[in-house]
T-cell receptor, first 112, second 114 residues
Framework: QKEVEQNSGPLSVPEGAIASLNCTYSDRGSQSFFWYRQYSGKSPELIMSIYSNGDKEDGRFTAQLNKASQYVSLLIRDSQPSDSATYLCAVGINQAGTALIFGKGTTLSVSS | DAGVIQSPRHEVTEMGQEVTLRCKPISGHNSLFWYRQTMMRGLELLIYFNNNVPIDDSGMPEDRFSAKMPNASFSTLKIQPSEPRDSAVYFC????????????FGEGSWLTVV
């Protein structure tokens, strides 16, 4: 069974620090990877997608992918209290990436 | 453009009753997904459709659950009979194209079965 694993947290960081969120996946054939953010009581919203090994940066966010290690991470620089949320790692479940399987999420708390 | 629209937003029902959740995907999106979210199990994929055709329903927990997509702008998820363990948030999501693009979620239907 295809699985996506995340540390549930909570991960607590002070304002301005770097938050590091990690994810591993079981399906070696996966080709597409996503990070979603979910505020309490709200629906998930996409932060970043990544398809190739290496780093992808978008503002304060950097996604990192290592397919050989089946590992995806998300770095949030200069963390803000508004970043406090649950971060969901999602993986495309076949070569076509037709649907996404989600991890259970990591709860991030940024203190001011 | 309007996002994914789900109804009802909240429903409380008694065990044994039929529950029907409704979803209108974003116009022009041809892939539609039903997910269920609980604290214990996280966000689980129940079923997804491409061009109104069910592609994979292996996540549907049991025969009490059924989903249909009669046209490109409407889908239903039905639970009959409902049980307390079905209490969860049910999300509908849609995407333009079969893969790679962003999946957009609706606001969810919060179901409580008592």
């Amino acid at each position: 069974q295809k699985e996506v694993e995340q540390n549930s947290g909570p991960l607590s960081v002070p304002e301005g620090a770097i938050a590091s969120l990690n994810c591993t996946y079981s399906d070696r054939g996966s080709q597409s990877f996503f990070w979603y953010r979910q505020y309490s009581g709200k629906s998930p919203e996409l932060i970043m997608s990544i398809y190739s090994n290496g780093d992808k940066e978008d503002g304060r966010f950097t996604a990192q992918l290592n397919k050989a290690s089946q590992y995806v991470s998300l770095l949030i620089r200069d963390s803000q209290p508004s970043d406090s949320a649950t971060y969901l790692c999602a993986v495309g479940i076949n070569q076509a990436g037709t649907a996404l399987i989600f991890g259970k999420g990591t709860t991030l708390s940024v203190s001011s | 453009d309007a996002g994914v629209i789900q109804s009802p937003r909240h429903e409380v029902t008694e065990m044994g009753q039929e529950v029907t959740l409704r979803c209108k995907p974003i116009s022009g999106h041809n892939s539609l997904f039903w997910y269920r979210q609980t604290m214990m199990r996280g966000l689980e994929l129940l079923i997804y459709f491409n061009n109104n055709v069910p592609i994979d329903d292996s996540g549907m927990p049991e025969d009490r659950f059924s989903a249909k997509m009669p046209n490109a702008s409407f889908s239903t998820l039905k639970i009959q009979p409902s049980e307390p363990r079905d209490s969860a948030v049910y999300f509908c999501a849609s995407r333009r194209g079969p893969s790679g693009n962003t999946i957009y979620f609706g606001e969810g239907s919060w179901l409580t079965v008592v």
